[in-house]
């Protein structure tokens, strides 16, 4: 009897301890629950929460986004590909493209879409040259025929012009103000088209390079290059090299092919002259002043007793051309051109340019002779044909 009324007591009591317990747990349950929803309630939500919700942004929180390394290639990409195309090129042995005998092949290169009306800019061996079909790839799928309205096999460009309106374009930057190290994208075609509009980008790698290109015609040196590391490749040439704005800052036009990450591009400056005639007058004349020279860079390869700290100096001149006629010699060193410094022939061709057969350049060079340096007025003429222009 003693042990029944034992066992239920302490059943009775485990039960009432159960019950308890539970309502204790279950109390401090809630209460935990009850702060903890305090707490978030406290905690400001997620920039990119808000940003979901169509909320502002701090300040300081939009340019840390979008100030980014890696927002810029892709920034760059997105507003400039519409502007570069890809440039087929049909070139034949024979006379006659329609020949059934020619040799036919295809060449792929890029361009730079430089003009809403259909101008496009690019290497002069893409597409310089005659007896060549061209057709032009936009980005909206459009082929088009393409004919080179001018082309320049010392600067390796081209102009070819399409038939159509309303193309989109890229804007120019200006290579006289870029510092080494700065951002620099690529976009091209490398390979073929298969591969059409890659980006690539890197830094400046270097400027004012110089290097030497042999040709049919012979040795040329090609200055004031801008070297990128920026991967170019063959089918890139005549494409884009632009800056952290989506600016053209040079033509991509060569790599070094024993090296990695080596490229060079033409400073888009010396083109500019000639990209805005053919849109304002629908041609480009070229002023002619019948000189070619080098600059201290190039000098050593020529004649290391030659001393050059300033200037460039002349190696060859066309002898019926303008510069000769007023004085100029080879072995004179060009200081000056209407008072603004000369140390490179692309800066002489470039302020050439932007002027126009007829036009009058006082030109201040050391004389060959005595060493005096005298001041002379040239006019420029017309360009008709190619000067001596080869060492």
């Not at 920039?47 to 300081?60: A, K, L, R």
């Not at 006379?95 to 792929?108: C, L, M, P, Q, Y």
């Not at 909206?140 to 004919?147: Q, S």
């Not at 509009?197 to 801008?226: C, F, K, P, W």
Request: aromatic share 6%; with cysteine.
């Amino acid at each position: 009897m003693f042990e029944e009324k034992g066992k239920k007591g302490f059943l009775n009591f485990f039960v009432i301890s159960l019950i308890t317990s539970l309502g204790v747990g279950l109390l401090l349950f809630f209460i935990a629950a009850w702060y903890v929803s305090k707490d978030k309630a406290a905690v400001p939500k997620s920039p990119q929460v808000e940003n979901s919700m169509n909320v502002p942004q701090p300040q300081h929180i939009v340019a840390e986004v979008t100030s980014g390394p890696q927002t810029v290639p892709a920034s760059v990409a997105k507003s400039a590909s519409p502007g570069v195309v890809g440039i087929s090129v049909l070139k034949a042995d024979s006379k006659s493209i329609f020949d059934r005998n020619a040799t036919e092949k295809w060449g792929v290169g890029s361009g730079v879409i430089v003009s809403a009306n259909g101008y496009i800019l690019t290497n002069n061996h893409v597409a310089g040259g005659k007896n060549k079909r061209i057709i032009v790839s936009l980005l909206d799928g459009r082929n088009l025929d393409g004919v080179t309205v001018w082309a320049d096999p010392v600067l390796d460009l081209a102009v070819v012009r399409v038939n159509a309106t309303g193309l989109s374009t890229i804007p120019f930057g200006d290579a006289n103000t870029l510092q080494v190290g700065e951002t620099a994208v690529a976009i091209g075609n490398p390979l073929g088209l298969q591969f059409q509009r890659t980006v690539t980008s890197g830094i400046i790698s270097a400027l004012n390079r110089t290097i030497r290109i042999d040709t049919e015609q012979g040795s040329n040196y090609m200055e004031d290059l801008i070297q990128t590391d920026a991967s170019i490749n063959p089918g890139n040439s005549g494409g884009p090299l632009l800056n952290s704005k989506g600016q053209v800052i040079g033509i991509n036009t060569i790599k070094v092919a024993s090296a990695e990450a080596i490229g060079f591009a033409i400073p888009i400056n010396v083109a500019i002259p000639i990209i805005q005639s053919f849109v304002d007058k629908g041609d480009f004349v070229e002023p002619y002043m019948g000189v070619f020279a080098y600059d201290k860079e190039v000098i050593p390869y020529f004649d290391k007793n030659i001393k050059l700290d300033n200037g460039i100096y002349i190696a060859n001149v066309d002898e019926a051309g303008p510069a000769c006629i007023s004085g100029i010699t080879v072995g004179c060193i060009i200081l000056q051109v209407d008072g603004i410094n000369m140390s490179t022939m692309m800066q002489l061709r470039t302020y050439i340019y932007s002027k126009s057969p007829g036009d009058v350049v006082n030109v201040t060079h050391i004389m060959e002779e005595d060493g005096k340096t005298v001041t002379v007025p040239i006019k420029l003429a017309a360009k008709e044909r190619d000067g001596l222009i080869t060492r």
